[in-house]
């Protein structure tokens, strides 16, 4: 896609052309192939922000799976054993015993993770 004025051309790659074979596909009615995945069907992987920065990779969830699964996933790989976490998600705190499907959690959803001190 090319536009100029006063005539310099500016381009925008980020838009796809016409003649995109997945435009092309839109327009027909036919459905893009799924990624490839070598997970089982129905399992996902999210990714988990913690607060410092770092960016953990939690697989082997499903949609039935709840906050708390994850929560406990999360402890695990930080090895932090009595720990609490809060897992927030499109700006609310997620309350544990839901499932991540009533959350709109999928495959490539992004949560926050923030752990706290176990008592003493």
Do not use: Y
């Not at 906050?67 to 997620?94: F, K, M, T, Y």
């Amino acid at each position: 896609c090319q536009f100029s004025f006063l005539s310099v051309p500016l381009s925008f790659p980020h838009f796809p052309s016409p003649a995109s074979p997945l435009l092309a596909m839109a327009a027909s009615g036919v459905a893009p192939p799924p990624p490839p995945s070598n997970a089982s069907p129905g399992n996902f992987t999210v990714k988990v922000k913690m607060v410092d920065g770092r960016e953990l990779r939690i697989g082997n969830l499903t949609p039935a799976s709840t906050v708390q699964a994850l929560a406990d996933l999360v402890v695990d790989a930080e090895d932090r054993p009595g720990s609490g976490v809060r897992i927030i998600h499109a700006g609310q705190i997620l309350a544990h015993h839901l499932p991540l499907s009533s959350f709109n959690i999928g495959e490539g959803s992004a949560v926050h993770a923030v752990l706290s001190e176990p008592a003493p």
